[in-house]
Nanobody
């Protein structure tokens, strides 16, 4: 079974920075893409950023230029550096692993349990 564990959330003032990390574990052979989603209170979960094998990266327009996603494929980890944070970035941030081959099966998408980011003065 694949598990994803996020870390790095917390309280930060507007304009500040936070770095989120996520580690995938299990009998993983390869992961096609890793990414981040977020869900603000009373809103639907939304996509934030994805990094694919080979290095292609995509960002949501709302975070482009402020957030940077990076990945260590050898360690099955993904990070999200968040700068110039705004109150509207407040949300639970979820790590995602997509297209995961393990030694016994294939899974389209796995999720972490989330980490809370609060941007407030």
């Amino acid at each position: 079974q694949v598990q994803l564990v996020e870390s790095g959330g917390g309280l930060v003032q507007p304009g500040g920075s936070l770095r989120l990390s996520c580690a995938a574990s299990g009998s993983i052979v390869s992961i096609n893409a890793m990414g981040w989603y977020r869900q603000a209170p009373e809103k639907e979960r939304e996509w934030v950023a994805t990094i694919y094998n080979g290095g292609r990266i995509k960002y949501a327009n709302s975070v482009k230029g402020r957030f940077t996603i990076s990945r260590d494929s050898a360690k099955n980890t993904v990070s999200l550096q968040m700068n110039s944070l705004k109150p509207e970035d407040t949300a639970v941030y979820y790590c995602s692993a997509e297209g995961v081959f393990t030694t016994v099966d294939y899974g389209m998408q796995y999720w972490g349990k989330g980490t809370l980011v609060t941007v407030s003065s």
